[in-house]
């Protein structure tokens, strides 16, 4: 079946940085996009990076942008997620995500696998 498991989260101080992992299993990943999403306590899930399958095309949430990059080894079946200049308020469980052939980047509802989550704290 597929799965998708995040790793590489941890407790950092603001200003640091953190490379989250996806490896995902049971899916042919490299005809797929993928996606990152992020949901603090009490906060609806929301949307951050996504990557098409030849890793040409990405896509950012404004927070983020300039301080994240998304990148894919397909040979890995590997999603990544590098986060620089970390800010206390990107303290969230980071999820990966397969997305569908259809629907729009941004949105949860296009996003039809997902992992388990990685919890990222950054200190102020």
């Known amino acids: 079946q597929v799965q998708l498991v995040e790793s590489g989260g941890g407790l950092v101080q603001a200003g640091d940085s953190l490379r989250l992992s996806c490896a995902a299993s049971?899916?042919?990943?490299?005809?797929?996009?993928m996606g990152w999403f992020r949901q603090a306590p009490g906060k609806e899930r929301e949307y951050v990076a996504t990557?098409?399958?030849?890793?040409?095309?990405?896509y950012y949430a404004d927070s983020v942008k300039g301080r994240f990059t998304i990148s894919r080894d397909n040979a890995k079946s590997t999603v990544y997620l590098q986060m620089n200049s970390l800010k206390p308020e990107d303290t969230s469980v980071y999820y990966c995500?397969?997305?569908?052939?259809?629907?729009?980047?941004?949105?949860?509802?296009?996003?039809?696998?997902w992992g388990q989550g990685a919890q990222v704290a950054v200190s102020s």
């Open positions: 995500a397969r997305k569908k052939n259809s629907g729009s980047w941004y949105a949860a509802s296009s996003y039809d696998y």
């Open positions: 049971g899916l042919t990943f490299s005809i797929n996009a």
């Open positions: 990557i098409y399958p030849s890793g040409g095309i990405t």
